[in-house]
């Protein structure tokens, strides 16, 4: 059976249901405690009474709202015009329906001193007491009464309904919040791959010229009946490739095991140029350990051998040396080959391993890190290479 693609990480609800919950108790724990608050400054008498009725209309309101948050997240994202109508819509029978249990726990459920409008702070009016009075002893004015109960829940629903368009107003903020921070998570995965693929290709990018070179020099050798050289140079080959191709390109490596490849790849290149290829090596100790991208001197090393030592009658010396300066870790490949050969290495070839190293190194480290070319002197040709100093931790 066909493997079922990998669910994506990213792919998340645009605000995640613990969020919603949380700024709903968030919304009304702070409405009851400011409503409180302005009850206990005013003075008004029976604050546990009321804080217990206040506290009951706390809760059906939490659950009001969760089934406003029930519908409203049904509507996408994008439509975000048609979820603040949905909301106004939504918000006027909701808060009607918090009115009128309002008005059923302060009133219907009667003490001395509860009443519709401590549940907000506010005293009672001359025409709401008048009101429940006519109410409680029955008076033969009804109408007016029903009225006046009718007048006051639309007076408190008009008030509450800014409560519940204030809330979706909160929810429409958090949830396109949640889309912009999933939608630049999943742009960095995007980038971070299409980094990582970058780097690949650039690894990859192996000199044909060196693989036909190698086995020339190699049939040379069986044919010379050189089979100790042959063997060696086998052996060489097969690890340097091994090295090259089986790791992972987005990783780093000890910089004494970059240079120690650079040695596998200049002993198979000096089966070709016994007389004619020198190497030195400057590596202080305490870099050994410092941290570089895998294979980065790998077509420095190689220009070196094709522009310096290839065209030169006389002994060439390639030079790798490391240093650090603020930071920094300083990275030299240079070689004493024939006067000019910087500029043929310039104009003659294609350029495309010098491109490939600056490309690795802009990709990886920015603006922190550079490739720069420049002739060395008397003769030859010099590249510099920065990037930031690490060590492998243990």
């Known amino acids: ?30 409405y009851c405690a400011i409503v409180t608050a302005r009850s206990a400054v005013i003075g008004q008498a029976g604050q546990l009474d009321i804080l217990a009725r206040r506290l ?19 509507i996408p994202t994008s439509s975000l015009r048609r979820g603040m109508i949905a909301a106004g819509l939504l918000a006027a029978p909701a808060a009607l329906a918090f009115s009128s249990v309002s008005w059923l726990v302060f009133d219907v459920l009667k003490s001395p001193w509860a009443t ?22 029955g008076g033969t004015n009804a109408d ?45 995965a995007f980038r971070a791959a299409a980094q990582a693929a970058e780097l690949r290709a650039l690894r990859y990018q192996v000199n044909p010229h060196f693989l036909f070179n190698t ?3 190699l049939s040379t050798l069986v044919m010379a009946g050189r089979r100790p050289a042959a063997e060696r140079m086998i052996i060489n080959l097969s690890s340097f490739f091994r090295a090259s191709l089986v790791g992972d390109p987005s990783e780093d490596m000890l910089l004494t095991e970059e240079i120690r490849l650079q040695r596998l790849y200049l002993e198979i290149e000096q089966v070709r140029f016994p007389d004619r290829l020198r190497l030195a090596i400057e590596l202080p100790d305490d870099l050994r350990d410092a941290l570089v991208p895998g294979l980065i001197l790998q077509p420095l090393i190689e220009n070196a051998v094709k522009y310096g030592v290839s065209r030169s009658r006389r002994p060439v010396t390639i030079g790798i040396r490391a240093s650090a300066q ?32 600056a490309d690795r190194i802009a990709a990886r480290f920015g603006d922190r890190g550079h490739c720069r070319v420049r002739p060395f002197d008397p003769d030859g040709f010099r590249v510099d290479l920065a990037m930031p100093l690490t060590f492998d931790e243990p």
């Open 1 to 30: 059976m066909p493997e079922e693609p990998a669910a994506d990480p990213y792919d998340e609800p645009d605000l995640s249901p613990r969020v919603a919950l949380l700024s709903i108790a968030g919304f009304w724990l702070f």
């Open 56 to 74: 009951a209309i706390m809760l059906f309101s939490m659950g009001l709202t969760c089934l406003l948050y029930l519908i409203l997240r049904r």
């Open 116 to 137: 519709t409008a401590a549940a907000t702070g506010n005293p009672p009016s001359g025409a709401q007491r008048s009101g429940r009075m006519m109410v409680q002893v």
């Open 144 to 188: 007016d009464a029903d009225m006046a109960v009718i007048k006051m829940i639309a007076d408190s629903a008009v008030n509450s309904y800014f409560f519940f368009v204030g809330w979706a107003a909160l929810y429409f903020a958090l949830r396109y919040a949640a889309e912009v921070g999933a939608l630049e998570r999943k742009n960095a």
């Open 215 to 217: 086995l020339n020099s």
């Open 326 to 357: 603020q930071g920094l870790l300083l990275l030299t490949v240079q070689d004493d080959g024939e006067p000019g050969a910087a500029g043929k290495a310039a104009e003659g070839g294609t350029g495309l391993g010098l491109r490939n190293v």
